[in-house]
């Protein structure tokens, strides 16, 4: 079990040559996800239902959480390795948008502020991918602005009521409970700090409507309605009034793992763009060799290759605690988005009508990809973030 092995986080260094267990930690992962394959992810579309067994297999080997702390039934292994799963696993067409929801946003802010007690009832189980937390702070009305968020816990003889609506919120269908992030009421009926609160998806009084979607993923998105869901204060990580910073802890995961899932659909994309323009002849010769049709190519390749770079620095950064892991994930991800939509987008060319043909493999990629430059985060905030904080310029907002 490749995710299991001893060691401790990665180390501060960059490793240009992938080491021995990260490359075959790559082809498990990679070879599991080939069995099921294509098929297996358009008839979960079609069907409707959670990639559960695709989940599974993966998370029996210990694949689900291997950036998890060992003593936690994770891997040990820090979120390069938990990179490198969400890479293979989108290269291989099959990503999954829990793994940058539940191990990498949720799983790390347990890791930091969980108390022993939901650590053991909820980390636990990310750790070892049979629990699945999705993770909610999208507001219609709030939008990109969290300062605005509305909906509400209001304490209410020695418990919590949860109130008001989330929306976009991913694989809440195949989830075991949200982690909600949530305002404390105050005695003047106004809205104070930020709180994070876990909720059980079968919780009296939380109800979801499902949001049709272009994305042709295999995970969903939901509006969440909560309609005074009762919780226990053992459910607030972080305590009452945690605060944006016990959320922030879970975007520098979040924006790396939405860089690898990107940096993955790049790779497949780019593959498939290749063999077809290998192979196909018009005028006698492969389109390939017609640099109208492979230089494109070749600058999404060099752009993937750059993100694919940043991506690894960032969460070598991370696992390292080290300065410049918030800078080099934002980074990160807009270089990956924009490469993946790059590569998709250019392999589609290189098909011709082809590209638009489901049988090719490329246009159910699109939206998958093109999401990207939106979410987690999006292409401008991650902008304004650089050039607030790498160029020192006035924040406008
Ligand atoms: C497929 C999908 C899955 C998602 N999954 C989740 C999930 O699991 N959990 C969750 O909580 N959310 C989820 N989201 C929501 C996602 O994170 C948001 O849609 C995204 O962060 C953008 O926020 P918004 O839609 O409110 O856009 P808005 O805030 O309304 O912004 C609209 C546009 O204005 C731009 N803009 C806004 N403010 C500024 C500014 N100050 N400067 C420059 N430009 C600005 C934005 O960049 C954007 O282009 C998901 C979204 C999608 C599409």
Not at 10 to 26: C, D, G, N, V, Y
Request: glycine share 12%; charged share 20%; aromatic share 6%.
């Amino acid at each position: 079990m490749v995710g299991r092995v001893s060691t401790a986080a990665a180390p501060a260094a960059l490793s240009l040559i992938p080491s021995q267990e990260e490359t075959l930690l790559r082809e498990a992962v990679s070879g599991i996800c080939r069995q099921f394959g294509r098929e297996y992810m358009q008839q979960k579309r079609d069907s409707g239902g959670p990639p559960s067994e695709l989940w599974e297999a993966l998370a029996s080997r210990g694949y689900m959480g291997v950036n998890i702390p060992e003593e936690y039934d994770g891997g040990g292994l820090g979120m390069a390795a938990l990179s490198a799963v969400g890479e293979e696993i989108a290269a291989a067409g099959c990503a999954l948008l829990l793994i940058v929801v539940s191990p990498a946003i949720v799983g790390s802010i347990l890791v930091r502020h969980g108390t022993p007690e939901q650590k053991e009832r909820w980390l636990r189980g990310i750790g070892a991918g049979t629990t699945k937390v999705a993770f909610a702070i999208t507001e219609a009305d709030a939008g990109t602005n969290s300062h605005n968020l509305a909906t509400s816990l209001r304490r209410d003889d020695g418990r919590f009521l949860l109130n008001g609506q989330k929306t976009f919120i991913s694989g809440v269908e195949d989830a075991d409970a949200v982690c909600v992030v949530a305002r404390t009421r105050t005695s003047d009926g106004g809205l104070g700090l930020p709180s994070l609160a876990i909720v059980d998806v079968d919780a009296p009084g939380f109800t979801r409507q499902q949001i049709p979607m272009a994305v042709r993923g295999a995970d969903k998105q939901w509006t969440l309605f909560f309609d005074d869901v009762e919780l226990e204060e053992e459910r607030l990580v972080g305590g009452e009034n945690g605060g944006l910073g016990v959320v922030f802890d879970g975007l520098n995961p979040e924006r790396i793992m939405g860089a690898s899932i990107s940096t993955g659909i790049g790779r497949l994309a780019l593959e498939r763009g290749a063999a077809y323009a290998r192979e196909r002849r018009v005028w006698g010769q492969p389109i390939g060799a017609h640099q109208g049709v492979a230089h494109p190519l070749a600058e999404a390749k060099i752009e993937l290759e750059l993100a694919r770079l940043m991506t690894q620095k960032a969460a070598a950064l991370y696992d390292a605690g080290a300065p410049g892991a918030g800078e080099a994930a934002n980074m990160a991800k807009y270089a990956a988005a924009e490469a993946g939509i790059h590569c998709v987008d250019r392999a589609i060319q290189a098909h011709g009508g082809n590209g638009f043909a489901l049988e090719y493999g490329l246009s159910d990629l699109w939206w998958g990809v093109r999401v990207a430059r939106t979410a987690p985060v999006s292409r401008e905030m991650v902008l304004n973030y650089v050039a607030e904080h790498s160029l020192g310029l006035p924040k406008s907002y």
